[in-house]
Structures are given as structure tokens and as C-alpha cells.
């Protein structure tokens, strides 16, 4: 989908609501290197604040309501809050495409009535004038797992560059990296901070084990596994096709460091 509005009001919050048909009492929200499961609406037991308690939450690339034999998701481009709201009629996603507001923080609101920061005027956060939202929904049998995949490539669009004229050593298609199984998520392919490797870091998004195979284009010297902040813990062999395995438990966060060849091989041919 893609919204376009003419913000004229102030102090308002505009949303998008799909009612799902799906009957259950959980929600799950893609979050930092995890997936996390809430309840849907607002917390009710063990809450004691001063606060009322809400029901909107934060989501990174989607988030789904499913009873376990179907399922709808829902994913966007940079539109981070949702809310799951019960209903007679099954689970409402709701998304919220903006929020206007005058103030940083207020006193006296229905649900709060002490302020949540300075009160300081911000008239540019009303986003008054022409404002376009990006999401899609994404229909699926089973649990969150059988579409995520889904979600990540509507999130992360390829990008084409134009380049000068050139040779062109590389294949008309191919893999810079290759992470196997799809329960490996990449999160970052990036320069080492040493200078000379490439960094991959990937996360298992599930709960289960996985039998991990990476595998970068072209050869390399050497592979560490490495801290976050890139300290080489071990070094790590790759099997005679060149992959690494390495079994990684549910919710781990892998992060490999590969050492570049001084000079590549003349039989070098990057794989097609």
C-alpha cells in the first residue's frame, strides 16, 4: 500500500487498521536480533503504575498474529509502532502512519498525569503538509516463520548503481554471501575494523538450532568467529566446497571475520 495524506490537523494520531478475522492472544514483533511474542492489548495482570498501561508497541520489520494454521503479517517501511487490538471479531493490527503533536510532553493526559519530559513547545512535530506512508500485508498459513522472509525483502529493496565501462569479471548473477539455512538472518556485511577483512554477522531468528553454512564469493586467507566488537575468538575452517558450519542455537548472534587472500589465485572465477 501506499498512503498519501495532506496533514492539516493538529494533535492527532492517524492509523491504518486491518481486522484479521484471527482469533488468539498473542501477537509476535520482530525486535533487535529476536522475535518477540506479547500478549494482545494492553498489559492487565502485575501492573501497578501511575500510568494507564498501552497497548502500542515497537516493531523492527513486521508483525503477525497467527493461530498456528494461518496467519496475517504486517510489514513497513520506517513506520515503527503497532498495536494488536481484540475484538469479537478476532485480532485488529493496527499501524500507526503518524503522530502530531505540539508539545514535548504535557501534564494532566487521560492516561498520565505527570509529564513524561520538559514541556517544550515543538510545532514542527504536528508534520503538517503532504506525507506518504509504505506497507503491505502479507497473508500466510502456519506461524510467523513461514513468512518473515516475506517481510525482509519488502523492507530491504535492492538498489542499482551505475558504474563506469569495464571489463566485467563478474557473472551476469550470482551471491556475494551465502548463509544457509533461511532461519539465518544477515544483519551486517561491512569493512573490519582492522582494515583488511570483511565482516558478516547473522542471527538465528527462531528458537531452534540451526546448521549454519556461509560461504563468501570469492577466496579468502582465513575466517575468525569474532566478538561484536570484532575480537577473534576462534578461527574457523572451511570444508573442502568452502563453507563454514557452525551450529547456532536460537536467538545467537554470529559474527565472522574474513581475511582477504594478499593476492587472488589465477584460476580464480567468481561462481555463477
Not at 561491512?190 to 527462531?206: D, L
Not at 570469492?218 to 575466517?223: I, L
Request: proline fraction near 9%; aromatic fraction near 10%; charged fraction near 25%.
Amino acid at each position: 500500500f501506499m498512503t498519501t495524506v495532506d496533514n492539516t490537523v493538529e494533535d492527532h494520531r492517524l492509523r491504518a487498521v486491518f481486522p484479521t478475522g484471527i482469533e488468539t492472544d498473542k501477537v509476535y514483533a520482530e525486535g533487535h536480533f529476536e522475535v518477540v511474542e506479547r500478549p494482545v492489548g494492553p498489559p492487565t495482570e502485575g501492573v501497578e503504575t501511575d500510568e494507564e498501561p498501552l497497548g502500542t508497541y515497537p516493531h523492527r520489520s513486521f508483525v503477525d498474529v497467527n493461530d498456528g494454521k494461518h496467519g496475517l503479517m504486517l510489514t513497513d517501511r520506517g513506520l515503527p509502532e503497532y498495536e494488536a487490538i481484540p475484538s469479537g471479531d478476532g485480532v485488529k493490527l493496527a499501524l500507526t502512519l503518524l503522530r502530531a503533536v505540539g508539545w514535548l510532553s504535557q501534564m494532566n493526559f487521560k492516561t498520565r498525569k505527570s509529564p513524561a519530559g520538559p514541556l517544550i513547545r515543538t510545532p514542527g512535530a504536528q508534520c503538517r503538509g503532504r506525507q506518504s506512508f509504505e506497507y503491505a500485508v502479507i497473508p500466510h498459513k502456519g506461524g510467523w516463520t513461514q513468512a518473515y522472509k516475506e517481510a525482509h525483502f519488502y523492507v530491504n529493496r535492492l538498489w542499482a548503481l551505475e558504474t563506469g565501462f569495464h571489463g566485467g569479471e563478474l557473472p551476469p548473477e550470482g551471491s556475494f554471501i551465502e548463509v544457509e539455512p533461511p532461519s539465518l538472518v544477515v544483519s551486517a556485511v561491512k569493512p573490519a575494523e582492522n582494515k583488511r577483512g570483511v565482516i558478516v554477522r547473522f542471527y538465528n531468528i527462531t528458537d531452534g538450532e540451526a546448521e549454519g553454512r556461509v560461504k563468501l564469493y570469492k577466496p579468502f586467507s582465513k575466517a575468525y568467529l569474532t566478538s561484536l566488537n570484532e575480537q577473534p575468538i576462534r578461527e574457523v575452517k572451511p570444508d573442502p566446497d568452502g563453507y563454514l558450519r557452525l551450529k547456532v542455537r536460537g536467538g545467537k548472534i554470529v559474527t565472522i571475520r574474513f581475511d582477504p587472500l594478499d593476492k587472488p589465485p589465477a584460476s580464480f572465477k567468481p561462481k555463477t
